[in-house]
């Protein structure tokens, strides 16, 4: 048994060690999305205007773990036991991912929400697609490019002329646009689950008020 959860450990941190990073990542523009769109009184200072940057910046880093399936996949073709394999690769890769996926989902519903508040809710679907080409872009710098975020600070020439150079190449814009896609649905169908779970409690919430 003591071997097990030490061969479990070691397994972690070779295959899974990136789990708490990623989802730390992932979590900023969540965190962010809710100052940014959230409050109850926005003015679009300067300041506000250097967040929504460093929200947009981080945003591809909530859908990049969807792409991070390639360490499960690394991790059951490494050899290790079905018990391994089941008992702790796979739920905390669909955890993280699930988890990724989510974070990605609320912040783009926060920012949907504050277009409509701010009447321009003709925009939400726009800017979501949006949201989805510049994630695409990001993940596919970060996936092959080792690009990270603050990249867009530290050399943002560099990113810059790398990611005009894989736009008008073929193959890194077909990944792209598959990226694209991928995202473009899973996000669809978090966002009618997770729309559905937000109405189901308000609507519990309700018959418990009623009840009172």
């Keep these: 048994m003591e071997y097990l959860l030490l061969d479990a450990l070691g397994s972690f941190n070779q295959y899974s060690g990136w789990i708490v990073w990623n989802l730390f ?11 940014l769109f959230r409050r109850r009184r926005i003015s679009r200072t300067p300041l506000w205007w250097l967040v929504l940057i460093v929200f947009i910046a981080f945003l591809p880093n909530a859908p990049y ?13 490494a050899g290790y036991s079905v018990w391994i394999i089941t008992l702790v690769f796979i739920p905390l890769h669909v955890f993280a ?12 519903l926060n920012q949907s929400h504050y277009l409509k508040r701010a009447g321009a809710k003709q925009f939400v679907h726009w800017a979501e697609f949006l949201a989805h080409a510049l994630c695409a872009i990001g993940i596919y710098l970060g996936r092959f490019r080792r690009f990270n975020s603050w ?7 560099t990113v810059l002329i790398d990611t005009l150079d894989y736009l008008t ?34 609507q519990l919430r309700q018959e418990n008020e009623g009840i009172h």
């Design 169 to 202: 190449s073929k193959r890194p814009l077909l990944v792209i646009i598959v990226t694209f896609l991928i995202i473009t649905g899973a996000y669809w169908i978090a966002k009618q689950v997770t729309i559905g779970i937000g109405l189901r409690i308000r």
């Design 65 to 77: 773990l969807l792409t991070d399936i390639i360490h499960l996949i690394r991790a059951v073709r």
């Design 25 to 35: 990542l992932a979590f900023i523009p969540l965190a962010l999305s809710f100052g």
């Design 151 to 157: 990249d867009l600070i530290t050399q943002p020439r």
């Design 97 to 108: 991912i699930l988890a990724g996926l989510e974070a990605y989902v609320i912040s783009l």
